[in-house]
C-alpha cells in the first residue's frame, strides 16, 4: 500500500497568506497525485487532478506542482471561504490512497 | 447535471448487516469507474472499495470478505452490501465517480453500536 504524508498537518494562516501544503509518497505515483477540499459537513471536491492540471470552476489562485514522490498544493492570497480540510489522492494503483489531511484555519 | 445521492445508511449492531445504495443522474453508472470512500467520525478520507466499467471488483484489506460492491444498470445505481459489521466501520460513506474522484454524493452515515 503507498502511503501518503502530508504536511503541515494544521495550519493558522491569515487572509491574503499563501499557503503551501506538501504530501509525501512512500513511492513513486508518477503524477497520478489529485488534491481535494473538504469544507465543514461537506463533500469533498476535486481541487487539482494529476498534480498540476486545473480544474474547471476551481479558483485559479489553487495551484499543485510535483511528480513522482513529492508534491505541493499552493493557495495563492488565501480567502476566507478557502478554511476547510485539504486531502491529497493516489490513484497509481488499484487500491487508492490518500493523506492523512491538512486543515487550514483563516486567522 | 451530474449528481450521485447515497442512501440506507443508519444505526447497525455489531455483526449487522446494511445496504447502501447510489443512485445517479446525468451519466450511466455502468460506463464509469465508481468508488467507495468513508470517513469516520472526525477522521479522514478512507477508500473502501471499487468496481470497473467491466465489472471488477476491488477492495480495501479492512472490508475483504465483508463488502461486496455492485451495481444494477437499469436502476443506475451503484451498492455496497455491508456484513458482518465492526465498530469501526462506523463513518460516512460517500460514493464517487472515477479514478480521480470527480463526482461525490453528499454522504449516508453508518454507526455500529450496540
Known amino acids: 500500500e503507498i502511503v501518503l504524508t502530508q504536511s503541515p498537518d494544521f495550519q493558522s494562516v491569515t487572509p491574503k497568506e499563501r499557503v503551501t501544503i506538501t504530501c509525501r509518497a512512500s513511492?513513486?505515483?508518477?503524477?497520478?497525485l489529485h488534491w481535494y477540499q473538504q469544507k465543514p459537513d461537506q463533500s469533498p471536491k476535486l481541487l487539482i487532478k494529476?498534480?498540476?492540471q486545473s480544474i474547471s470552476g476551481v479558483p485559479s489562485r489553487f495551484s499543485g506542482s510535483g511528480s513522482g514522490t513529492d508534491f505541493t498544493l499552493t493557495i495563492n492570497s488565501l480567502e476566507a471561504e478557502d478554511a476547510a480540510a485539504y486531502f491529497c489522492?493516489?490513484?497509481?494503483?488499484?487500491?487508492?490512497?490518500f493523506g492523512q489531511g491538512t486543515k487550514v484555519e483563516i486567522k | 447535471e451530474e449528481q450521485l445521492v447515497e442512501s440506507g445508511g443508519g444505526l447497525v449492531q455489531p455483526g449487522g448487516s446494511l445496504r447502501l445504495s447510489c443512485a445517479a443522474s446525468?451519466?450511466?453508472?455502468?460506463?464509469?469507474?465508481m468508488n467507495w470512500v468513508r470517513q469516520a467520525p472526525g477522521k479522514g478520507l478512507e477508500w473502501v472499495s471499487s468496481?470497473?466499467?467491466?465489472?471488477?471488483?476491488y477492495y480495501a484489506d479492512s472490508v475483504t470478505g465483508r463488502f461486496t460492491i455492485s451495481r444494477h444498470i437499469s436502476k443506475n445505481t451503484l451498492y455496497l452490501e455491508m456484513n458482518s459489521l465492526r465498530a469501526e466501520d462506523t463513518a460516512v460513506y460517500y460514493c464517487?465517480?472515477?479514478?480521480?474522484?470527480?463526482?461525490w454524493g453528499q454522504g449516508t452515515k453508518v454507526t455500529v453500536s450496540s
Open positions: 464517487a465517480r472515477d479514478s480521480i474522484l470527480t463526482v
Open positions: 446525468g451519466f450511466t453508472v455502468s460506463t464509469f469507474y
Open positions: 468496481i470497473d466499467s467491466g465489472g471488477s471488483t
Open positions: 513511492q513513486s505515483v508518477g503524477s497520478s
Open positions: 494529476y498534480a498540476s
Open positions: 489522492h493516489q490513484s497509481s494503483t488499484l487500491r487508492g490512497t
